[in-house]
């Protein structure tokens, strides 16, 4: 430990803090536009300045550690003075469109110039146009709002190793010959917009049309679908801690909006561990490509298909739990109700930026040519559509997902995590294969935040090597070992974000350190308190199997719950 004094208190820090996290860790206030603790360290914005030695002489935080007996002070005239300056010259480059801004109301900018009172002082400093780019479903880039802190970038390359993002010669994050981003190797993960402090690239909302036609259905059935991820996370939005399972309130918060049936994501999660398993079965018995890939991440799914086709056959055929859901909405449940497919729209509610562009592959539509998932909001667009409407989130009574597709057990759940798919899947393929449970149930080897987690799971005689793999930057060591032949498994798991789905692009900006983990935590508690823990025990997934699909893989599965990807 370091002591020093803060703002005149004795305060105390681990030796090599930066001033800045020691002041977080202390409670106190510095301003920051560039910094994120996630992400290495700028020096572009000049906000977080303080003084350290009783001198005026200002001292950025974010890139200076604390030292012994320091005297630090964040909140003297002179350093208030000196922010206020730096906001306003920001202020004069930046657009004034608050009012119409996706990031209105949950901006870094905004806050502080209204925390700080900065007025706009500055002549305004008109920056040279820069066009819209609305090319991608996922992503909107209005780069005019950019304020050059460059966290963007940074997330594209230091935590996604994508490298789409750089700095172009005017200091603007630019995309590899200005191409617009859909054009690009882009994978739609979102990173990019979660880690922008402002509205400079943001999620492709799709909160107006989703509250226009709740409020104006048309003779249209309104059916929403929530992701595993979702339920802890929500909860941030309205000033509970994330991990704060959600899962009764978002339902009724879906219901007050106006959405007629509510079904759960988590029930075709447990359908692709029947499908996915029996394929990994199917595979290892006749000799079909290995390592088998999971598949139900679309921003995985997209880096296959760009940088690495030649492994395409190592993709499960299995949709995504989405698509399935989607797929049984418009192709089954709407006919069991008397319900034409093209009177029902399907909402889904996702951690994920790409499962918007997911949602609108050629492979994904009926075979009328309808879009099976119509919209896709994020967990922050949805949070987003319950403000607007003025619902009470935190105090609302708790509701319960319609059935039967809204019925799901523990495996499902923990799809949210990294390891949470390969640890289902272990626990219905080994009680297949073997006729007897895992001993196990909680299979730790592949939980936990280790970028590249491997085990090898004794399988009666064989031993069934896995892997599981989390954030992209690792993926890509991960498959530059498999081409060079250094690594070898049955079956591998991939999340494009850090954590799995509870890190996903589109998840709220939660301002903890510790917010991942505790997301992660929320989603095993629900897990643990599940009577039923193994897809496979799924009564409804009985159910759907006796009366429609037969068995996995069957004719109809293939049809309605497989897929093919680009090459
Ligand atoms: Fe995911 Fe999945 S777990 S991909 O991370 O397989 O997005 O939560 O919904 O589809 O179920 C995301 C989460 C999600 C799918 C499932
Ligand atoms: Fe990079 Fe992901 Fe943003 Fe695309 S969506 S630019 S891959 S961070």
Known sequence: FVKFTLNGKFAQATKGTTIIEACRTNDVFVPTLCYHP?????????????????????????????????????????VVNSVKHNLAMILAEHPKECTTCESNNRCELQDLVYRFGVMDKFPRKQREYIPKDYSSPSLIRDMNKCIKCYRCVKACSELQGMDILTIGPD?????????????????????????????????????REVSNLLKNKNGKTIVFQTAPATRVAISEEFGMEPGDISTGKMVAAIRKLGGDVVFDTNFTADLTIMEEGSELLDRIKNGGTLPMFTSCCPGWINL?????????????????????????????????????????????????????DEAVRDQLKTEQGLQE??????????????????????????SEYNNPLGESTGAAVIFGNTGGVMEAALRTAYEIALEK????????PVRGFKGIKEATVDFGGIDLKVAVIHQASNIHEYMEKLKNGEVGHHFVEFMICKGGCIGGGGEPKSKTSDYLEKRMKGIYKIDDDFKIRKSHENEAVKQIYEQFFEHPLSHKSHHLLHTHYKD
Do not use: H
Request: glycine share 4%.
């Open 373 to 398: 998932t119509d919209y896709v909001l994020t967990t922050r667009e949805l949070a987003k559509l319950i403000k607007l409407n003025k619902v009470k989130f935190a105090s609302l009574k708790e």
């Open 304 to 356: 296959v298909e760009k940088d690495y086709p030649d492994f395409i056959p190592n993709l499960s055929s299995c949709r995504s739990p989405q698509g399935m859901m989607s797929s049984l909405i418009k192709n089954y449940w709407a006919e069991r109700m008397g319900i034409k497919p093209e009177d029902v729209v399907v909402v889904s509610i996702m951690p994920c930026t790409a499962k918007k």
């Open 38 to 78: 996630n992400l290495s360290v700028n020096e572009e914005c000049n906000l977080c300045l303080v003084e350290t030695d009783r001198t005026q002489r200002l001292s950025r935080a974010c890139s200076t550690i604390i030292q012994e007996g320091m005297e630090i002070v964040t909140n003297s005239e002179n």
């Open 437 to 444: 449970p895992m001993p196990t149930l909680n299979y730790t």
């Open 171 to 207: 200091g603007i994050p630019m995309t590899p010959k200005n191409k617009e981003i859909y054009t690009t190797k882009c994978i739609n993960c979102g990173a990019c917009s979660f880690y922008c402090p402002v509205g400079a690239i943001t999620e492709n909302s799709q909160v």
